[in-house]
C-alpha cells in the first residue's frame, strides 16, 4: 500500500479489484456501482459479503443495496461497522496478471506488424452432434390439473373488506365478473377497455387514494383479434398497448405503491388461446394473449407471495362460466400459474421429453436454400449461421442493426488482436476526449466491435462453405427498411426456406424500476421484429420460421416482465400457424442461458444459474440445434432447449396445490394407500403400505415364503391411479 494511503479504502478497493476484474486506476469512489461500473446486484452482494469477511462485520438482515450506490458509501459503511483492521490484501482476479501481459496492447501476443485486415476468423465453438443427444428435449404439453375443488385455498379472500381492479373486456365477461363480486361484497374499481395508457394513472392514484387495492383481474386478453396477417403495424400496436403495455403501467403503478406484491394480494389474467394455451393439436387461437401470459408468470417470478394465474379459455361468446372460473382460479390452487378451462377439465402446462427424429420429413438443406436471419450480429447466432452454412452451402441474407462489417477497420483489426489490449486503447481514447473512462462505457464500446467481429464471422464462414453471404444493415423496428429487405429476398429468390429470427435484447429491471420507454425497447426489437418481417413476407412462401424464445418465455424470470412477454407471444404465434400458416412449420426454442457464448457468461449470471440449479447450455449442443430441428423430422411447436432447469420447474407448492384431505381413497382400489400431491412436473404421487393382512392377495403370490408382488397388481396400480387422477371420476369426502 503507497506511503498515505487510506487503508479503509484500500482494502474496500482490493476487494472490488478482485472480484470484478477492473483496474484500480477505473475504480473511482464516486461512480455509482450499477450504472458507471457495471457491478449488478447480485456481484454487489457479494462485494457487500467479502467486505464484511474482510472486517469481520457482522451480517445485518435489514442492509438493502441501494442505499450503497457507490463505493464511496461502500467505505463510509465500513468506516460505521468495522470491528477490526483489514486483513490480508485479496488475492488478484484470476488469470487477471496473464492477460494484462498478454494484451497490455492489441495484437501485442503477435510478433510483426499489425494487419491491415482482420485475419480470417472462425466460430470459438462449433457444432458436436454428440452433445445434443446427451441432453434432454422438451415440449411443453397441457396436463391435467384436479378440480379446483380438491386444491388449497389460494390465501386470497374475497369479501367485504376487499377492493380490487378489473381491466374490463370488450365481450362482456367483466359485467358478470363484477356482479359475482359484488355479491360477495368485493368493491370494484372497472377500467374500460382500451382505456388511453395517460389516463391510467390518474384513475389508479384517486382508486388508491380510497384505500388498499387487493388484486387486478385482467381481461383484456379475452377480446378477439384478427390474423396477424390482417393487421396493419398500427392495429398491431394498439392490440398490443391493451393487452400487455397497459398491464405493465397497472401493475408497475400498483406494485410500486406496495399494493400488488404481497401475501394476499393477486394477479389474475385471462385469454382466449383456446383453453390449452396454444399447446394443442388446434394451436394458438388467439396468440397475442401469450404477451399478457409471459408478463404474468414473469411477474410471479419477480413477487413469489403473490398470487399470479394466467387462466386461458377456448374462443367463444360465453360470458358467465369464464368469470366464475375466475374467481374459482383466484380462490383455490396456489400449485400452478398457467391454467387452461377446456372441456368442463382444468390443464396445467408442463414438460414431455420428446428426442429428435430420424430424419424421416426433415427440411433438406442444399446450396439451394435460401435463408433469412436476424440479429446475425451475436456470437451465438453467427456461430449457428456457421454450422448451417456448413451443412448447406446455401444462401443467407444476414439482417443486424450493425452496420456491415469492414475487414480493414482498424478498431476491429485491434480487437480481433486482442480484447483486453483493446480495452486499453479505448481507455486512452475516451480520456483524450474528456470523457472519464468508466468500466461501462468501455464494455459498451467493446460490445460494438464484439458484434461487428461476430458479424465478420458469419460473412466469412458462410463464404468459406461455398455459400453466398448478403449482408443487410437494418432496423427491425423499421418497416419501411424490413420491407425492402424482403422485397429483394422475394425478387431474388421467390421464397425464404428458413426465417430465423433471434434479435433481441434484455434489460433486467425489476418491474418498478422499469420505465415504459426501456420496457417498450425490450418488448419491441422481438415483437415489431417478427410482425415487420411476416407482414413484408405477405404471401412470400416461407418454409419455416424458427423464432428465439428463452426459458423466460416458458417460466417466467425476475425482472423480465418485458422480455417474458414477448418471447412468450413469440411462442404462441409460432403456435398459431397450424392454422394460419399451415404451410409453414412455427417452431420457438426456448434457450436456457449459454455457456461461453453470448453475454450470459458474463457479469453474475453464471453465479446466478449455478445457484438456481440451472444448467448452462454448452454452446457445442445449442448450435447444432436448430439444424436438428429443421432436419431431424417435421415438428412445429416450441422446444425447451436446456439440461437441468433447477428452481424452474420447482412445484410451488409441497403437494402441488392439491389438499390431499379432500380426496377419498377407500373405494379406489386395493393398489391406492394415500394421496400425497399432484405436482405439474412430478404428476399424480400415492404412498401404498403392501401389507398381507389388508391386501390378502399377497398371500397367493410367494417364493419360497418370500411375499412378492405380482406384476399384474402392479398394472392394476397404474390403472387405479390413472382412474384417481381423471377428472370426476375419483370419490371424494
Same mark, same amino acid.
Given at each position: 500500500?503507497? +506511503? ?8 474496500? @478497493? ?36 467479502? !467486505?464484511?469477511?474482510?472486517?469481520? =462485520?457482522?451480517? +445485518? ?12 458509501? !461502500? ?57 445434443? +443427444? ?14 379446483? *375443488? ?10 367485504? %373488506?376487499?377492493?380490487?381492479? !378489473? ?16 355479491? @360477495? ?22 382508486? @388508491? ?118 374467481? #374459482? ?30 430424419? /424421416? ?20 447466432? /453467427? ?26 477497420? #482498424? ?33 459498451? #464500446? ?10 465478420? =464471422? ?40 428458413? @426465417? ?75 403456435? /398459431? ?12 426454442? %426456448?434457450?436456457?442461458?449459454?455457456? *461461453? ?55 410451488? %407448492? ?14 379406489? *382400489?386395493?393398489? =391406492? ?26 398371500? %397367493?403370490?410367494? =417364493?419360497? /415364503?418370500?411375499? !412378492? ?6 398394472? #392394476? ?17
Amino acid at each position: 500500500m503507497p +506511503q498515505g494511503e487510506d487503508p479503509v479504502a484500500a482494502a474496500v @478497493l482490493d476487494v472490488v479489484e478482485s472480484l470484478t476484474g477492473y483496474p484500480r486506476d477505473l475504480l473511482d469512489l464516486d461512480l455509482d456501482l450499477e450504472a458507471d461500473l457495471g457491478v449488478d446486484t447480485v456481484k454487489q452482494a457479494e462485494v457487500f459479503a467479502a !467486505v464484511r469477511e474482510r472486517f469481520a =462485520i457482522p451480517r +445485518q438482515d435489514d442492509l438493502k443495496l441501494r442505499d450503497f450506490p457507490t463505493l464511496a458509501h !461502500v467505505i463510509g459503511f465500513v468506516r460505521d461497522h468495522a470491528t477490526a483492521t483489514p486483513g490480508a490484501q485479496a488475492p488478484a482476479a484470476p488469470g487477471a496478471g496473464k492477460a494484462a501481459a498478454a494484451d497490455a496492447a492489441p495484437g501485442a501476443a503477435a510478433a510483426g506488424p499489425t494487419p491491415r485486415t482482420v485475419p480470417a476468423a472462425a466460430p470459438a465453438f462449433t457444432a458436436d452432434d454428440e452433445a445434443i +443427444q446427451r441432453l434432454p428435449r422438451r415440449i411443453p404439453v397441457p396436463v391435467l390439473r384436479p378440480p379446483a *375443488g380438491w386444491c388449497k385455498p389460494t390465501g386470497v379472500n374475497l369479501g367485504q %373488506d376487499t377492493r380490487v381492479i !378489473v381491466m374490463a373486456d370488450e365481450g362482456g365477461v367483466a359485467p358478470k365478473l363484477v356482479s359475482r363480486l359484488g355479491a @360477495l361484497g368485493v368493491t370494484t374499481l372497472v377500467l374500460d377497455p382500451g382505456c388511453a395508457t395517460a389516463r391510467l394513472d390518474s384513475r389508479l392514484a384517486a382508486w @388508491l387514494d380510497g384505500g388498499p387495492v387487493h388484486g387486478l383481474y385482467w381481461l383484456a386478453g379475452l377480446d378477439s383479434e384478427p390474423p396477424v396477417s390482417e393487421l396493419d403495424l398500427a392495429g398491431w400496436h394498439e392490440a398490443l398497448r391493451r393487452r400487455v403495455k397497459n398491464l405493465h403501467a397497472v401493475v408497475r403503478r400498483l406494485d410500486t405503491a406496495g399494493q400488488l406484491g404481497p401475501a394476499g394480494t393477486f394477479l389474475v389474467t385471462a385469454t382466449r388461446l383456446g383453453g390449452y394455451h396454444g399447446y394443442d393439436d388446434v394451436g394458438a387461437v388467439a396468440p397475442l394473449g401469450g404477451a399478457v401470459t409471459g408478463f404474468t408468470k414473469a411477474y410471479r417470478r419477480e413477487r413469489p407471495d403473490v398470487l399470479a394465474k394466467a387462466v386461458d379459455f377456448p374462443a367463444t361468446r360465453k360470458t358467465a362460466a369464464p368469470a366464475d372460473a375466475l374467481i #374459482e382460479e383466484t380462490l383455490r390452487d396456489p400449485g400452478a400459474i398457467e391454467i387452461g378451462r377446456a372441456g368442463g377439465r382444468r390443464f396445467a402446462v408442463g414438460l414431455r421429453e420428446a428426442p429428435f427424429g430420424d430424419g /424421416s420429413g426433415g427440411m433438406a438443406l442444399s446450396s439451394q436454400t435460401v435463408f433469412a436471419v436476424t440479429g446475425a450480429a451475436g456470437a451465438i447466432v /453467427s456461430a449457428i449461421v456457421a454450422d448451417l452454412a456448413k451443412a448447406s452451402g446455401g444462401t443467407f441474407h444476414l439482417l443486424d442493426l450493425a452496420p456491415e462489417p469492414d475487414p480493414a477497420d #482498424e478498431d476491429l483489426i485491434a480487437f480481433a488482436a486482442g480484447r483486453e489490449g483493446f480495452k486499453a486503447v479505448i481507455t486512452q481514447r475516451l480520456a483524450a476526449s474528456g470523457t472519464r473512462p468508466t468500466p461501462v462505457l468501455i464494455e459498451r #464500446e467493446l460490445a460494438r466491435d464484439d458484434r461487428l467481429y461476430s458479424a465478420l =464471422i458469419a460473412i466469412q464462414s458462410v463464404r468459406a462453405a461455398g455459400g453466398e453471404a448478403c449482408y443487410h444493415a437494418v432496423d427491425l423496428t423499421d418497416p419501411g427498411a424490413v420491407g425492402a429487405v424482403m422485397d429483394g429476398i422475394r425478387e431474388r429468390h421467390g421464397r425464404v426456406d428458413v @426465417l430465423l429470427h433471434a434479435a433481441g435484447l434484455d434489460i433486467s429491471h425489476a418491474i418498478a424500476d422499469k420505465e415504459p420507454r426501456e420496457y417498450d425497447l425490450v418488448f419491441d426489437v422481438k415483437s415489431d421484429g417478427l410482425f415487420n418481417l411476416l407482414h413484408a413476407a405477405g404471401d412470400l412462401p416461407i418454409g419455416a420460421v424458427v423464432a428465439f424464445s428463452s426459458v423466460a418465455g416458458r417460466f417466467g424470470n425476475m425482472g423480465q416482465t418485458d422480455y417474458s412477454a414477448a418471447n412468450d407471444l413469440l411462442c404462441k404465434i409460432m403456435s /398459431s400457424f397450424r392454422a394460419t400458416r399451415p404451410g409453414t412449420r412455427g417452431i420457438a426454442l %426456448d434457450w436456457t442461458a449459454w455457456g *461461453g457464448l453470448g453475454m450470459a457468461t458474463r457479469g453474475s449470471i453464471p453465479k446466478v444459474m449455478a445457484m438456481a440449479g440451472i444448467e448452462m447450455l454448452p454452446p457445442e449442443a445449442g448450435i447444432a440445434w436448430i439444424r436438428q430441428e429443421l432436419t431431424a423430422g417435421p415438428f412445429r411447436g416450441e422446444v425447451v432447449a436446456a439440461g437441468k432447469l433447477g428452481m424452474m420447474t420447482a412445484e410451488l %407448492d409441497p403437494t402441488g396445490g392439491l389438499d390431499v384431505s379432500a380426496i377419498g381413497t377407500a373405494a379406489a *382400489g386395493p393398489m =391406492i394407500g394415500s394421496v400425497t400431491g399432484m405436482g405439474i412436473y412430478s404428476g399424480l404421487t400415492v404412498e401404498t403400505t403392501l401389507d398381507p393382512a389388508t391386501q390378502p392377495f399377497l398371500h %397367493d403370490h410367494q =417364493i419360497e /415364503s418370500l411375499t !412378492v408382488l405380482p406384476g399384474v397388481m402392479g398394472a #392394476e396400480a397404474f390403472a387405479e391411479v390413472a382412474r384417481l387422477a381423471a377428472v370426476g371420476r375419483a370419490p371424494a369426502h
